[in-house]
């Protein structure tokens, strides 16, 4: 009888590095560029008014595993205390069809974010980059400023902005900087640059060299006028159809890389400059894996504005969670089941 | 932290009685063909020569579940003494999202394919039937003669045929004859009727009152000529694009229903007598389903000859992965995780 490991959201909370998750979703992006994995076409299913669901599969040859993860959408769920998005994934070796691993998709999915905000800044930001904004104060906000400070070690300070208010902004502040100073230090790094809360967002923005986007606008924030030359943008809230946070002009003046091209255009940052007749999809530099892999140049010069339009691939998932289940079974973390 | 429940094949094999099968594969149908369920268009995914996999998906709102099954195909498993199509199935609660079950599937797999064999005669062989063949004796035989004599009372006889030779048929009788016996014990019935090889395949089609063919063909087995008139046909073999097991002659003078037409049509029994222009989509009378619910006529008279076209859908496996959680909180079987 097969034995599978369950990594429950606490164990992968208490073991999964952020550092690990990097590395993890640098290969993935490396190797969907390089046609090496395969994304399945995913499975959208309406439940009832107010829940969904979705099933991303895919297969990555060289680290030999396939999977899937299925995320639900309960909008109702948090007035019960439950997760709105929960999420599982499953884990197969690719070499005899064994399930390997159950694993809470939840614990795996804001790191997998995190460290695609974080790659963009570390392959397209300008190497002397030193002021980080993160505009958004929500869940993903601690992750993606823990794991830039990890990519781009030159940072110096980082400012919060909620498009609600500094008061919320202050509000979250504390609990955001413990979290990332939890996340550095499961990396052996501290958080040695200071956290303050941006008020003014066109002066904050003039002032930034990387700029995280991670809100669920559906509106642009950032107007193209105040972003000075040479500022790197990665947008990570728009994932879905009608989510937007960029002025379609800064795409059109910038060097532009996705995670996946088509994805970027139907569901990511690209699709409202695409939509209005603003960005043409030939005008979209490519993929960021390219850039990892040297088969596209990123950044041309110090003056260039560089975007990412990160929205999330099947990927990202597989490659932490196999990363995640080497870590258990170096670490003994997790439950073993008979299946 | 949420539990999920772990079902092993070993769990599932000492808790889930076949009775308990066929009644969940009747509501699957009955709920299909009333459009109560939803199906999700599969997802299949090659892996390399030798390896595939398959996602289906399904909601079954009257149940509250929704999930899925991903089953897995390695040509070359069996040589390493693994199973050659590993399947899991997750279970997911549809108020929520949360997950409620992880599932061997293939423990449900025999069960689920058992119980549709057997409803296809429940619902449209003769009332007075009398006597089975089972063509095939393979894995799923043992679970086809169970499920079809907890359905059929009045059976008195049990043939098997092995395409192969008598000799094979004679070799595997043993064990499919205990494997039988112990699904019937599970559901409190004796093995009571003789079970006995057929060696002259012609004779015995001739006289058999229902016949189960369950065998990797891709060829007719069973010519129009030696079937009597009243006999009803449950044909399981045919899953998968190019497999065959009936003259088309038969379906063509037979009345012909399937578990879901448009995949009978694309990769069911019907397929060849469709492809071959005997067989026409409209002279197939209908879902199963809708015979179960009344809403569509059955067999007509006596002599009349009926085919039910198994393909095997999703709701099976939720129906019965449902019926079998709930036999496992009942029972207190199965290993709580934390997920």
Redesign the interface.
């Known amino acids: 009888?097969?034995q599978?490991l369950?990594l429950?959201?606490?164990?992968l909370a208490a073991m999964l590095d952020l550092r690990t998750a990097v590395g993890a979703v640098e290969q993935a992006f490396i190797q969907k560029s390089a046609r090496q994995a395969?994304l399945?076409?995913m499975?959208y299913?309406a439940?009832?008014a107010g829940?969904d669901?979705d099933?991303k599969?895919g297969?990555m040859?060289q680290s030999h595993v396939?999977g899937?993860k299925?995320v639900?959408?309960?909008g109702h769920?948090p007035e019960?205390g439950?997760p709105a998005m929960?999420g599982?994934t499953?884990l197969?070796d690719?070499a005899?069809?064994?399930?390997l691993a159950?694993l809470?998709a939840e614990g795996i999915g804001l790191l997998r974010t995190g460290a695609a905000g974080a790659i963009g800044a570390k392959y397209l930001a300008r190497p002397d980059s030193r002021r980080l904004l993160l505009v958004g104060t929500g869940a993903q906000a601690a992750c993606q400023i823990a794991a830039t400070l990890l990519v781009m070690p030159g940072l110096e300070s980082v400012q919060l902005y909620n498009p609600h208010g500094a008061a919320k902004a202050a509000a979250r502040l504390p609990a955001i900087a413990a979290e990332a100073a939890g996340l550095l230090a499961g990396c052996g790094q501290a958080l040695d640059v200071p956290v303050t809360v941006a008020a003014d967002l066109p002066a904050a923005v003039a002032q930034s060299d990387i700029i995280i986007t991670a809100t669920p606008s559906h509106q642009a924030l950032i107007d193209a006028a105040w972003v000075k030359p040479g500022t790197h943008f990665s947008c990570i809230g728009a994932d879905v159809k009608g989510k937007q946070e960029l002025d379609p002009m800064i795409l059109k003046h910038a060097r532009v890389f996705a995670d996946d091209i088509q994805q970027a255009i139907e569901i990511g940052e690209c699709q409202t400059a695409i939509n209005s007749g603003i960005l043409f999809q030939t005008e979209i530099a490519g993929e960021i894996g390219a850039v990892m892999a040297r088969t596209l140049a990123g950044r041309m010069d110090a003056s260039e504005v560089t975007v990412f339009d990160s929205t999330g691939i099947a990927l990202q998932d597989l490659a932490v969670a196999r990363a995640a289940y080497d870590l258990a079974l170096q670490k003994g973390v997790g439950?073993w089941?008979?299946?």
């Open positions: 009888m097969s599978i369950v429950s959201r606490q164990a395969s399945i076409p499975l299913h439940l009832h829940a669901f099933i599969a297969h040859p396939y899937l299925l639900s959408w309960f769920n019960q439950l929960p599982t499953l197969f690719d005899n069809g064994q399930p159950l809470n439950a089941v008979a299946l």
